[in-house]
């Protein structure tokens, strides 16, 4: 299916989509019978997706092949999650993701001034109670993040979630009007953040990195699946570095296994403060 549609927002539940979907004016896509419920205009695109990571990671996948494998889409997971304190309705953004199962830790990266404040997700395959740790609780940041950044460049991914129960007030007293009323008040920050993505990814310079990717894939010999990371490193890199050299030939790679090894190392050098 060919489509433009460059900006994909994933929601668990539809009462964290609504808002978005009525003031993006978007329509239910109805011209399959798809696995999850996609609404969509020519440019942006809200999943929701049903709960838990594994529900969130199949949706992507399935999105992102529906939609063709869009060069560098935005990729945002919005939803509600709990912590010990936050106030309702108060939003975060991810800056570290644990896996609480396999203490898995993704960190999506922040080369940007944010209006959020950043906090640690802990996702669980169930509902948290308790909030024993000084993390915000949620079921699908990690399914999310782990298969998003298969598609895109991780400055391009981000989670973000509205505090929906604390220790004073939780989860069995959470209704779908309290959930839209919170999302709602956030909307303004939702689409600055996603002007400011937007922003970054004009950065980037298609062109120049086909022709990169073009002459790596030729002398390396890449497989499908070396070329499709190549890519979203050289977009990556592009994001980060401008326009830095790719001085790939200092670092004598034999293989496309070590080419990239060396430009992921050469991009994790890089550090960001908010």
């Not at 709990?82 to 993701?97: D, N, W």
């Amino acid at each position: 299916m060919k489509n433009s549609a460059s900006i994909f927002i994933f929601c668990a539940l539809s009462c964290e989509a609504k808002p978005l979907i009525k003031a993006w004016q978007l329509k239910k896509r109805s011209d399959a019978n798809h696995p999850f419920t996609i609404y969509s205009d020519p440019a942006r695109v809200i999943v929701i997706t049903g709960m838990g990571k594994v529900a969130m990671a199949g949706a992507i996948g399935y999105t992102m092949a529906l939609f063709a494998n869009p060069t560098m889409p935005i990729i945002v997971n919005l939803g509600i999650a709990g912590h010990r304190h936050f106030a309702l309705g108060s939003p975060i953004l991810a800056g570290k993701i644990i896996d609480s199962e396999t203490n898995r830790g993704f960190y999506p990266q922040l080369p940007f001034a944010t209006q959020y404040p950043t906090a640690t997700i802990a996702t669980h395959s169930h509902p948290q109670v308790q909030y024993l740790e000084d993390y915000v609780y949620d079921m699908e940041a990690t399914g999310f993040y782990e298969i998003a950044v298969k598609f895109s460049s991780c400055e391009l991914i981000q989670v973000v979630k509205v505090i929906s129960d604390n220790a004073q007030s939780p989860i069995s007293v959470i209704t779908e009007t309290a959930v839209e009323s919170w999302v709602n008040s956030q909307l303004a920050n939702i689409q600055k953040l996603i002007e400011q993505l937007t922003h970054l990814r004009s950065l980037s310079l298609p062109g120049d990195i086909e022709r990169i990717q073009q002459q790596l894939s030729e002398q390396f010999h890449l497989t499908v699946s070396h070329s499709i990371k190549l890519k979203a490193l050289l977009h990556r890199w592009r994001l980060l570095k401008g326009d830095a050299e790719l001085n790939w030939v200092d670092a004598r790679p034999k293989n496309a296994k070590e080419l990239l090894s060396w430009i992921e190392a050469e991009l994790d050098r890089m550090d960001f403060y908010l």
